[in-house]
Every structure is written in C-alpha cells, then in structure tokens.
C-alpha cells in the first residue's frame, strides 16, 4: 500500500478577496501525496504554504478544483463530516503549539480521543503510548505553561499521532524552537513516519527541516516552482520541474 | 456527553476567573432571594396579624355596613340571626358592635370608633378579658397609638359621647382599664373598645351587632339573610394591594441585581471569545464542530450559574435561615408606613421561591452565554487559528 494516494489535488486555485482586490493565494495546483511521504511545502511567506495545508486538513475549501483527501472531497464536505475527518485521520501540529492552556498534558493529548467512543482505559492506554514515543511519559501531569518550547511542541506531536492519523500536517512546526529541539522534534517525527509509516507534510521556510524532507515542494506565488526527491543519502532526484 | 465533560473541565481549568463570576453571581442570588423573601414575609407576617386580631376565619358583615363610609355606621346593626347566634353560643363566632362616637380627653373633642366585643372571646387575639369588669364603671381597652395620640394611660377616665338607636345623643365616663400593644392600626387608631353588651344596652341596640368575626378554623360559611359573609382573602385584599405596592422597589432591586450579574456573565462570554479564539481553531482542527464549539462556550457560560448557586446554598441556606430566626429588627417610624408587621420582620423563603428563582436565574443565565457565542458560528477555523475574529 505505499503506494496508495493519500491526497490529490486538481487545479486547485484559492483566491482571497480583498476589499475592491483580490488575493491569489494559490493557482492551479497539482499535486499527489502517498502514503508514507515525509514532505514539506518550501517557500517565502505569501507563497500559500498554509493556505494549502489548511486545504487538505480541512480547514478550508478551494475556490476552484478540488483536493480530496483519503479519498474525500474537500470542497463538498459539510462541517461535520469535514470535522470526522480531522478527528480520525488527520493529526495537526501548530508553529505556536496551539495547546489547550487549562488542561494537562494528558488531557491535551486524550483530547482528539474524547471525541471518539473509546473507554477511559483505551484512551489512556493510547495517551500513554504516544507520550512514551515523544519522551514525555513523566510529564503528564504537567500543564502546558510548565513546559520548555520544545516540550510543548512534542506534546502537539503526541497529540496529532495519539489517534493514529493517516496523514499529519505541520505548519512551520520548528519555528519557535531553537536548534536542538528543532533537531529532536524532526528526529522523533521521522522515527513516527518511518516505524508507523504515518504520512508527514510540513509548511517550513527553515532550512534545518528542509534537510530532513524526503520530498520538497517549493512553492512561489501560490504556484509549485518545484517538486524534489530526495534518497535517504541525500542525492536529489528532480521528480517534477515547473519553473 | 463530551460538551459537559470539556466544559467542566475548562471552568475548573480558568481557576480564579471562574471563582469570581461565581461568587458574584452567588451574591446575586442571595440578594435576590433575601429581598424576595422580605416581601413575602413582610405579606404573611402582615396577613396574619390582621387574620389573628381582626379578620378571624372570616367576617359577615351587616348588609349597610361598608367600612369605607363612616355615615353607614349609623344604619349597619342588627339583630344577630339565629343561625349566627348559635355558632357564637358554640364559640365559633363573636358579635361586634361598631359605632360611631367622641371622646374628650383633656378638655379636646376627639371622633372615635366604639366597638363592643365580648370580654369572653377567643376568635380574635384582642385581649377583651380586661374588659371582664363588674364594679359599676364601663372599662374600656385602647391601644398603645390611641394612647399616645390622646395622652391616656391605664386608670384614666375619660368622656364619652355617642348616639344611640334613635338618634339621641348621651354621655358617660369610661375608665382606661389596658393599654394594649398591637402591631394592627386598624384596631387601635381613634378606637375604644368597651363590653360588647354595655354598648347595646347605652346604644339601645339590645343582642345587635355590626359585624359577626368567625373562627379561623370554621368550614364554610353559610348564607345569611341580611348578612354578607366575607372571606379572609376580601379582607386582605387592601394589604395585599398595599404590600404589592411597595413590591415595585423590589422589583426593581432584583431586576438591577440581575442585570449586575448577568453583565458579568456576558462580559466573562465576550473575553471569552476574544481571547480563546486559537482555542477555538484548535478544537475545529482536532475535530469539533463549530456546533460543538457554540455549545461547549453556552455550556461554560451557564455552569457558572450551577456552580453559583451551589455556592449560593452552601453559605446563602445557612445565613438566611439564621435570618428568619432572628428577623430584621425595624426602624421605629416603620410603624406608620400602614403595615401589621411589629418590630421584626421575619422573611420568609418558601421552596417555590428559592426554586423559582435559580430556575430564572439559570435560564437567562444560559441565554446570555448563548448570545455572545453565536460569533462562533462565522468563525473559519483558519481565522480562529491564526487568532482573528470575522
């Protein structure tokens, strides 16, 4: 199944309006991701990074064509299925972490599990694993304004894989981090991408995740300039050039 | 069951903001419930002292007798029918003879009410037995007004004047046997109570009376020819209007406490908004609909006022039982604001009320939760995430 589309999109144009003006956000992209890809969408700010990552969490709708995620339509979903869907398949992690500031680590992470039927004994079975794989076990108890950056941030990440996501979207998730925690989120993702073969798509304009990336899409202007591949060696290999 | 859960979880988690709107809103609560129940009180209280020392279980009043026009009086007696007669023989009942007359203390003229009642009595709480008199003198009762108002004390004399049945006027001095303490003006101001069969006979009124009072506990009045039965709640009609009159501050009070609370329900709701807004697009992305969102931030909203009325009764049913122990003692002036309530009022709290009033208290609570959070339903979870209100 590595081979199984997670995300496609056609065509797909988001136009901001701005008063009497109006926006381009993004035009006309095309774009397939499989399973199990560690890719990241590379550009300036402006370029659309987030607009198309919000679009395939989810979060927003096309202008024109389409994006399916998982095989869903994004821009015919309604709320509540749009919501299902970033339930169960879909893990997000935020630049600004994005925890929920009165709860603990615990209840940040069990909170995308509440809103499935799961006893108490599962959630806190499946809580307890995904802070194990982010080395914050002992940490549970704590409240997010007791943690560093760094910790905070992998509790995100313990949040976004607690549910076993097919898909984890990461909007420029280093940018509040220093290099050594950058270097050990990115480490602990690609550890998670590779032993559960969760599919990883960042936002980033930061030059210490883009050495990390398997695939680099860069984008300028709401447009793909390039679509790289890289082998685990580091060798690229151009898989799609549209200057 | 997720909504009440995460709410739960969130007002716990808000700590000392969520403290304060509780025990303001708590306050709230007890002030309400306190100034209602002083109402209520304040109507029992005055209810039943007229029913204990005027109104009994009810009155038939003489067909010409209309206590609002004192030149009935002169035409409202009669001969007490026999069915009446039987039920005052039996205890039930007791006669009272109303007429008009003066008085001349220290040399002043001054109209009065002669009221007869007999000094065997026990319908009313009037303490008629002074009046139990035989040495030749016609004992008379007043109240502790009346006695202020004329100067009279226990063992004055005084001149008495009044008409009789057929229109001749006489007169008689009257001894000042008790100064009765009464927190009912309607017996007391420019009143003199006398033996019930003295005042038929100086009056030629022989076994006549105005008005006939009932027993509290008498089952229902029968048709009299000639007599007019009147309930307690006719009786009370005036002081009810009376208090419900003065209920109007009241009101005005619970509606001013109200509103103090609910602003800070709804300003609390709006800050909400305003500063949880990443919060809101996080709950949209992990999976919560914008439905889900309007009703857990409703639902906070409105545990504030759960969580207030519980504070509410932890310290509110202590003290206010305390409170309608001991009573509120009165400012002397309160006697002449034309209530029957004494020196303490005891408010009273009934289930009805107390009930009644968290249920509205919760009711508008969850509406001015609910108002601010329909923001919610135009929020884009992009906004929300990158901290913007559309």
Known sequence: MENEVLIKTENLTKIYPMGQYELVALSEVNLTLKKGEF????????????????????????????????????????????????????????????????????????????????????????????????????????????????????VAIARAIVKGPAIVLADEPTANLDAENSHNILQTMKNLNSELGTTFLFSTHDEKVIRYLQRKISLFDGKIARDELFSPSGQKKVKNDNP | MIIPKLAVRNILGAGIRTWLNVIVLSFAFVAIITTQGLLEGMNEQAAQAMIDTQYGGGQYWHENYDPFDPLSLQDAHGVIPG?????????????????????????????????????????????????????????????????????????????????????TFDAQDVR????????????????????????????????????????????????????NFKTPDYLLKDIRDMVQSKAIGSTIIYFILLFLAMLAIFDTQILSIFRRRKEMGTLMALGLTRGKVIQLFTLEGAMHGVLAALAAALYGIPLLAYFARIGWKLPSNTDSYGF????????????????????????????????????????KPTDALRGKLT
Do not use: C
């Open chain 2, 176 to 227: 000042i046997v008790q100064v009765m303490k009464t927190t009912v003006q309607s017996i007391d101001n420019s009143q003199i109570w006398i033996p019930l069969q003295k005042l038929q006979q100086l009056a030629g009124m022989e076994d006549e009376a105005t008005l006939v009072i009932i027993n509290k506990t008498a089952q229902n009045a029968t048709a009299v020819a000639g007599w």
């Open chain 2, 340 to 379: 029957a309530i004494g020196e303490k009022l005891f408010p009273t709290f009934s289930a009805g009320l107390v009930l009644g009033t968290t249920l509205l208290v919760l009711i508008i609570t969850t509406i001015v939760s609910f108002l601010p959070t329909r923001k919610i339903s135009k929020l």
């Open chain 2, 83 to 167: 069915d009446l007669k039987r039920m005052v023989d039996r205890g039930e009942a007791t006669p009272l003879l109303i007429i008009q007359g003066n008085i001349y203390p220290n040399g002043r003229i001054r109209t009065i009410l002669l009221k007869g009642i007999s000094p065997a009595q026990s319908i009313i709480t009037l303490p008629s037995h002074f009046l139990a008199q035989s040495d030749g003198e016609i004992p008379a009762l007043i109240g502790s007004r009346m006695a202020k108002s004329t100067g009279l004390k226990v063992g004055d004399y005084v001149t008495m004047q009044w008409r009789d049945a057929r229109g």
């Open chain 1, 39 to 154: 890719a990241g969408l590379v550009g300036p700010s402006g370029s659309g990074k987030t607009t198309l990552l919000n679009i395939i969490g989810s979060l927003d709708v096309p202008t024109t064509g389409s994006a399916s995620v998982l095989g869903e339509k994004v821009e015919t979903l309604s709320h509540k299925k749009a919501a299902q869907l970033r339930n169960k398949h879909i893990g997000f992690i935020f630049q600004t972490f994005n925890l929920l500031p009165v709860y603990t680590v615990f209840e940040n992470v069990e909170f995308p599990l509440l809103l499935q039927n799961l006893t108490a004994e599962e959630r806190k079975k499946k809580v307890m694993d995904a802070l194990e794989w982010v080395y914050l076990a002992d940490r549970a108890k704590s409240k997010p304004n007791q943690l560093s950056g760094g910790q905070s941030q992998r």
